[in-house]
């Protein structure tokens, strides 16, 4: 199992740089990392299913997504143990909501806050092997 781990300021940086378009590229890696994890996409769907559903729906799908994204880390956290874990659940769904009524950026926020507890899984994970060998 091979999750990369990206650093969540870049991962906000390229979304402003790219307007967005860098996203694309990161959903579809979140999805597969989460799919390595649990064994099924954070949705249960398809990436490129859900990437359609969010264009015909015009964004509205995202927040869903992105509700969906953050109960699965929650959900990793809370298997781990891990002390301190944050649910970004509710402040997912109102960045994104934020974003969506007045046109700013604060959804791009929300993946920097879920790479960012994804790293912390995949830390966990590695470091878990080690505590035990040690």
Known sequence: MHIEKRDPGIV??????????????????????????????????????????????????????????????????QQRGMTGATDSTTLAVVLDIAAYLTGMFTNYVTSAIQQDQLNKIVQQDVAKPQLAAG
């Open 12 to 77: 906000l940086v390229l979304a402003l740089f790219t307007c967005g378009f860098y996203l694309v590229y990161w959903y579809l890696r979140m999805y597969e990392e989460i799919e390595q994890l649990v064994g099924e996409t954070p949705t249960g769907n398809n990436f490129w299913l859900d990437f359609v559903l969010y264009i015909v729906s015009c964004g509205l799908f995202g927040i869903w997504v992105d509700y969906k994204i953050s109960e699965r880390l929650n959900v990793l956290q």
